[in-house]
């Protein structure tokens, strides 16, 4: 068995605006029929990171976020 992690999209493509659970389901097995017959344009893979990949991430933001509060602690206030 093989898992796929898709982007969210508006499953409606009338845009008939009445959307359920029923329907969505349809429309995700059709677009992941198409996705396994080769069309590769039906539904769109994302893949997940590693938990390594996911810890250096986390570093980087929380470093990021340290780095503007320091800037703009260090910015006197404007007038």
């Known amino acids: 068995?093989?898992?796929y992690v898709?982007?969210?999209t508006c499953l409606d493509e009338?845009?008939?605006g009445v959307n359920n659970d029923r329907t969505d389901a349809l429309e995700l097995a059709t677009?992941?029929?198409?996705?396994?017959a080769g069309n590769d344009k039906a539904l769109a893979i994302v893949r997940v990171?590693?938990?390594a990949?996911?810890?250096k991430r986390a570093r980087n933001r929380q470093r990021q976020q340290l780095r503007e509060q320091r800037l703009s602690l260090a910015?006197?206030?404007r007038a």
Not at 31 to 36: A, I, T
């Open 53 to 55: 990949e996911e810890q």
């Open 75 to 77: 910015t006197p206030p």
């Open 31 to 36: 677009r992941l029929d198409r996705f396994l």
């Open 49 to 51: 990171p590693t938990e």
């Open 14 to 16: 009338r845009h008939g």
């Open 6 to 8: 898709v982007c969210p």
């Open 1 to 3: 068995m093989r898992n």
